[in-house]
């Protein structure tokens, strides 16, 4: 029965020791992290389904889309389920504002629906400053049920957990088959790649009952109904470690936001969030030996999925997983990014069948 541990806890983590239970039955899993819950990045996510293929950069299109669809067919089942409550999937109608055509993006054939407007019905809506204006329905994740939601299903798997902070991978040595890593930007020090970086994002959460579909601009500017409260955001700044919530940054994403929606004026801040979003280009997912002190490790890395994390997350953890064919093995899996919702379960079957393939 190998033994496995997974390094992180967020979407991508869960996300990877699921399908890794899924690939192999026999295994016994536990997720270590530092940082469980709302202590993860994961948690402040905006959810929804929008795989950009702009911030995925160096990797094949056909692999990119397949990831997305994998992640599609995982969360749109569920929104139309019986676990659609318990999950935080939820089907949502919005448009997509921008000045230059959107030609065939990741999510077109997976949506239930993507089309462009009429320019009579965008000037109506307030969009006619906006050259394209597309209408989506897709699926949107509340994280603060979803990420709860895998996590009991990974228990009832027979997962186990541990809360603890790894500084040293010897630790590690001897004490596990294979360790998967998702440690996101932890892998900077812990693993020393200096590809990693951190693409800082802020967002306040409304509340505003009256907005029901969602609004993304090309500009970063975006709202989307979440559970309870509306996500109002956001901003992207490359390598920003900061932690502490800007005032600026608020008063500008509420700027640039009032002006494409008129209506959010009069919604009452709830809170503030900021995350650093893993970021790598180009996303890896591939084996590498590392020979340390007190052993041997085989790495098998799958990160840097920049803004599509959530989308990919699923099929990438698939890959990773896969991989069976080397004992004492490392999986890094992290890097997503803005992406970790969208990339997160598609990416993690990759990572999976990683996993797996070096057994």
């Given at each position: ?54 911030f995925i950069q160096g990797?094949?299109e056909e692999k990119i ?282 990416t993690s079957i990759d ?9």
């Amino acid at each position: 029965m190998p033994n496995i541990a997974v390094l992180g806890a967020g979407i991508i983590g869960v996300s990877t020791a699921l399908n890794i239970q899924n690939l192999i039955p026999s295994a016994q899993v536990k997720i270590i992290s530092e940082k469980f819950g709302q202590e993860t990045t994961s948690w402040g996510a905006g959810g929804l389904f929008r795989p950009t293929a702009k911030f995925i950069q160096g990797v094949p299109e056909e692999k990119i889309r397949r990831w997305a669809r994998v992640g599609w067919d995982f969360y749109s089942s569920l929104a139309v389920s019986d676990k659609a409550k318990d999950s935080g999937m939820q089907i949502v109608s919005g448009f997509i504002l921008s000045q230059t055509k959107v030609e065939n993006p990741l999510y077109k054939d997976s949506v239930y629906s993507f089309h462009e407007i009429s320019r009579k019905a965008a000037t109506e809506l307030g969009f006619g400053h906006y050259k394209y204006v597309y209408q989506v329905t897709t699926v949107i994740a509340i994280v603060r049920d979803y990420l709860p939601y895998l996590f009991k299903r990974f228990e009832e798997n027979g997962g186990q957990t541990e809360q603890r902070r790894i500084d040293d991978l010897n630790e590690l040595v001897g004490q596990y088959d294979l360790v998967v890593n998702c440690t996101g930007i932890g892998s900077r020090s812990l693993f020393g790649d200096t590809s990693i970086f951190p693409v800082r994002g802020q967002l306040l959460r409304v509340k505003a009952p009256w907005i029901k579909n969602f609004i993304y601009t090309e500009d970063d500017a975006y709202l989307i109904p979440n559970g309870e409260l509306l996500v109002v955001g956001g901003c992207r700044q490359h390598n920003n470690y900061n932690l502490n919530i800007e005032a600026s940054d608020s008063k500008a994403i509420l700027e640039r936001c009032y002006k494409i929606c008129p209506e959010l004026k009069g919604a009452v801040i709830d809170h503030e969030w900021t995350g650093l979003r893993p970021t790598r280009v180009p996303i890896r997912i591939e084996k590498e030996i590392l020979q340390l002190k007190k052993g041997r490790l085989v790495v098998v890395h799958n990160y840097g999925h920049g803004a599509n994390g959530i989308s990919m997350s699923w099929g990438t953890s698939m890959d990773a997983a896969e991989l069976k064919k080397n004992k004492n093995q490392v999986v890094q899996y992290y890097g997503h990014g803005a992406n970790g919702v969208s990339m997160s379960w598609g990416t993690s079957i990759d990572a999976a069948e990683l996993v797996k393939d070096a057994l």
